[in-house]
């Protein structure tokens, strides 16, 4: 299912930004966050719903220590 808009499908636009920006396929930053390439995927297309939970997890497992995505 892909969503139009809202607060996913932004969340999505804003994930494949900083991956792009950092220059990280999303094979790389499935394997830093321990997520699957699929599911990030779907996430970045707005095809999946999460829990804020897990979203905040994601976010906080692809930013590692005290850095952004940028190794």
Do not use: F, I
Request: glycine share 14%; with cysteine.
């Amino acid at each position: 299912m892909r969503l139009q808009g809202g607060p996913v499908n932004d969340l999505g636009h804003r994930l494949r930004s900083a991956r792009v920006d950092a220059g990280m396929s999303l094979q790389a930053l499935a394997a830093r966050a321990h997520y699957s390439k699929s599911l990030l995927g779907h996430l970045e297309t707005g095809a999946a719903r999460t829990l804020g939970r897990a979203c905040g997890r994601l976010r906080a497992r692809a930013r590692g220590p005290d850095r952004g995505l940028r190794d």
